[in-house]
């Protein structure tokens, strides 16, 4: 073999590995460790999409042992291993595995999909508290932690050890679709304020925090100060920040100007706290790849923000996700007008909009503009049987069928006086849409 870091992970489908398999997954690493040439090490191990038994969990512990990894490993993938397990034998295998893990020096941890709680994070200190001089990225993702088990996190993150915390050294950390609320949230806060400028990838999202929790984490962000600006991705998906939430986020944003990931979805911020987000990126001068403001209750005057945004994201702006939002044919209009000089934009969500024929031929009029164009999603608005035809035609194959699309109601009847899209409404005209 030749000389590369190597990853180990166990061959075949989602399975539960007992014994028996287990032996045979620890004979197939064998068989690649004993062909590694000189310079050649195992840097990370991959065990998720599998249910361990306790006695598969041992077998691979001894393999570790026998083979010295922790000498080399610095990244384990230790989601989705216990499905299916009853909770004993299920916080016995996280015990099990992690602890082999427990002289290593990993950078990288992956605890996703386990069903975990305040004892789950107890049978994984190996890896958490036991990984303090080196830890740098973390992922507890869809663990169904509580409060309180994220306040028990935060506990060991910010655990102050020779002057220095984990929280202090941590690169990326996503916390996902748990269940942590309002009380996750001021763990969460914790957790960031500990944070340096080491940071560059963070994920809250999906955490149902409500009103009071969300603008603590906005609080955060802020309080940071410069340490923020390196941060390259922030997903804060499904937080409930509101406008005033939204102020507070986008001053931190507005010191991010290496920012390349945004996912703002449902997070009420409104037209307001829209304008203060829009505002803020425009001042870092971010190079932004992906920007999702779905779900925000945005109307025609937040449209327009994002709509004189977007000319200066066109030299890196990738993905926009604007969907089920209000901003009606005027709104999306606005948009269209920004994305026509979005040359690098690969795929647009624009669907549940409010959006009828004016909105639709204006994304008609920019569609040759937008040469690297792969997807644009429209569904759910109110366009005409012709607009259909048309936007088909502009699109083709990019344009995503419109099985829910509502041609029965006109939603531009108001708008045909409206100075900024008179054009459009002439244009319209002549055509006889």
Not at 195 to 219: I, K
Not at 279 to 307: H, Q, Y
Request: one cysteine or more; a negative charge.
């Amino acid at each position: 073999m030749s000389n590369s870091n190597i990853t180990l992970t166990p061959s075949g489908d989602r399975e539960v590995v007992d014994q028996v398999r287990a032996t045979e997954i620890v004979k197939e690493w064998q068989e690649i460790m004993d062909g590694i040439g000189e310079g050649g090490v195992v840097e990370k191990i991959v065990l998720n999409n599998k249910s361990y038994t306790a006695e598969a969990a041992r077998i691979i512990q001894d393999f570790v042992a026998k083979n010295n990894l922790t000498r080399t490993i610095k990244d384990a993938d230790l989601s989705d291993i216990i499905a299916s397990r009853m909770e004993e034998e299920g916080l016995e295998v996280l015990k099990v595995i992690c602890d082999a893990f427990g002289d290593a020096n990993l950078e990288e941890v992956d605890l996703s999909d386990n069903a975990m709680g305040s004892k789950g994070i107890t049978a994984c200190a190996s890896v958490l508290s036991g990984q303090s001089t080196t830890l740098k990225r973390l992922s507890l993702c869809n663990n169904g932690l509580s409060g309180a088990s994220m306040t028990e996190v935060a506990d060991v993150l910010c655990e102050v050890e020779n002057d220095i915390n984990i929280a202090s050294r941590l690169t990326k950390i996503h916390f996902y679709n748990n269940m942590s609320g309002d009380e996750g949230c001021t763990a969460f806060s914790r957790i960031i304020g500990s944070c340096s400028a080491s940071l560059e990838d963070v994920r809250f999202s999906g955490t149902r925090a409500g009103r009071p929790g969300s603008y603590r984490v906005a609080q955060a962000m802020d309080n940071m100060g410069d340490f923020i600006q390196n941060v390259k991705r922030w997903d804060l998906a499904d937080n409930t920040f509101g406008e005033e939430g939204g102020e507070i986020i986008a001053k931190a944003f507005a010191r991010c100007p290496n920012l390349e990931y945004l996912n703002l979805r449902d997070c009420s911020l409104g037209d307001e706290g829209i304008a203060f987000v829009c505002d803020a990126l425009a001042i870092s001068k971010c190079p932004l790849k992906v920007l999702d403001l779905s779900g925000n209750e945005i109307t025609a005057s937040g449209a327009k923000k994002v709509g004189k945004l977007l000319p200066l994201l066109s030299k890196t702006l990738v993905i926009l996700h604007i969907e089920e939002n209000e901003m009606t044919s005027r709104g999306v209009s606005a948009i269209a007008k920004g994305l026509g000089v979005c040359s690098l934009i690969e795929e647009v969500k624009l669907g549940m909009n409010e959006c009828g024929n004016i909105g639709g031929q204006a994304l008609c009029d920019v569609a040759d503009k937008l040469s690297a164009l792969s997807k644009i999603e429209l569904d759910n608005n109110m366009f005409s049987e012709k607009m259909v035809e048309n936007l088909t035609s502009a699109f083709d194959e990019a344009l995503i069928e419109m099985e829910d699309n509502d041609d029965e109601e006109d939603p531009d009847e108001d708008l045909e006086d409206d100075e900024d899209i008179a054009d459009l409404t002439a244009t319209m005209a002549e055509t006889s849409i």
